[in-house]
C-alpha cells in the first residue's frame, strides 16, 4: 500500500480566517472604534485590544517622563495590575508593542472614503505632535499594502497543495506586486515625519526595558513580580508581515538575526504567530521550485526575493535617516531645543538590537536566496 500523499484530503488549505486575519485589513485590527453589537466575542476583543493600547501608552509614558537618561524602575501597582491581566488575556506582553501602536491604533475619519493618510486619525497618542501621527499612520498604510502580498501568500501555499503551477505564478506575482507597493508605502514617511522629533521624542517612548543600557535590570511592576522584569520595546521586527513573507519564500537568517526575530514572534497576537508557524510547517515553496522544470514559476519567485530585498535596503535607508543621522546632528544639539540622547542608546533600535548591523545582515540573507541556473 502506497503512503498517503501530501495533498488536499491530508492537508486542510490554509486560510487567513483561521487565524482572525482580515481579508480587507490583513493584521491591522478592523475599524477598532467599531462597536460589534451582535458578536460578544469579538467585541470583547476588540474592548481588550483597546485597553492594552491604552494601559501600555500610560506605561511608555509613566516610565520615560522624564527622558531617557531617567527612566522610572517601578511601575506603580495601579497601572501594573490591570496591564498584565489584560496581557495575559491577550497572549501579549505587558509593554507596548507593534499590535497595540500601529495594528490597534487607528480610525478612518469617513469610512466610506479610501484609506489614506489624511483620512486616518490614531486614537491614542503620545508626545511628538504630527510626527508621531505620520510615523503611525504611514505604518498602518504599510500594512495596508502588505493585504494583497498576504493573500497572494495563501494563495501559494495552496497553489502548492493543489499542484497547481498557473495558481502558483499567479500568487508569486501579486506578491511582488505588493511587496514593491510597501516600498512605495514607507516612503511616505519622509513627507510626514520630521527625524529629529523622530529621534528625540518618539524614539524614546518606543524604548523597552531588555537589552537597554538605561535599564539594565528591567522593570518592576508592582504587585506581580518583587524582580524587575525584561521586555522589549515596540519594533517593525514585530509586524508579522515580513517574518510570512520570508517564511514563504524560505528566506534562512543568520542565527543571531533569527534568534532575535524569533523573540519578537513572542511580541505578536498568538494568532498572528500560529499563522507564521502555519506557514513554516506547510510544503516548501523552494523545494517545489527547484523541483519543478518551469522557468517562469523560477524568475517569479527570484523577483520577490529581489524585491523583499530592495524593500530592506530601503528601510536601511530610512533607518539611517532617522537614527543614525539623526543621532549625528543630536549630539551637536544645543540644550534649549530638543534633549540630547544617552550615547549608550544612540545605535540601537527599539527592540533592543544594534540595528543597522541587523538590517544588513537581514538583507544580506534575502540576497543569498536567490535562486542560480546551479541549483
Known sequence: MEPPSRNMKTTPLLSLERFHISEDYGF???????????????????????????????????????????????????????????????????????SDLVLTNWTPRNPERPMEIGNLDIIVSFPGGESLRGF??????????????????????????QHSQNSMLQALQQLRLSIQDITRTLGQMHDYVDPDIF?????????????????????????????????????????????AFDEFLGIRHSKESADFLHRMREYMPPSHKAFIEEIHSSPSLRDHILSSANVQLRTA????????????????????KYLITAATKAKGRRPNRLPRPSQALEERGTGGTIVLNFLKSVRDKTLEAILHQSD
Open 28 to 98: 491591522l485590527l478592523p475599524n477598532p472604534l467599531m462597536p460589534l453589537l451582535n458578536c460578544q466575542f469579538l467585541q470583547s476583543y476588540r474592548e481588550q485590544r483597546l485597553a492594552h493600547l491604552v494601559l501600555s501608552l500610560m506605561t511608555m509614558g509613566y516610565v520615560w517622563q522624564r527622558g531617557e537618561t531617567q527612566p522610572q524602575k517601578v511601575l506603580p501597582r495601579n497601572l501594573a495590575l490591570p496591564l498584565v491581566e489584560v496581557s495575559r488575556n491577550l497572549g501579549l506582553p505587558p509593554i507596548l508593542v507593534h
Open 136 to 161: 503611525i499612520l504611514v505604518t498602518v498604510l504599510v500594512e495596508k499594502a502588505a493585504v494583497p502580498g498576504i493573500k497572494a501568500l495563501v494563495q501559494g501555499v495552496n497553489a502548492i497543495l
Open 199 to 243: 529621534y528625540a521624542v518618539i524614539r524614546i517612548f518606543l524604548s523597552g526595558w531588555k537589552d537597554n543600557p538605561a535599564m539594565p535590570v528591567g522593570l518592576i511592576y508592582e504587585g506581580v513580580s518583587t524582580a524587575p522584569l525584561q521586555y522589549s520595546g515596540g519594533s517593525a521586527a514585530q509586524s508579522t508581515v515580513l517574518h
Open 301 to 320: 519567485y527570484n523577483q520577490c526575493v529581489e524585491a523583499l530585498a530592495d524593500l530592506r535596503s530601503y528601510h536601511i535607508a530610512v533607518v539611517t
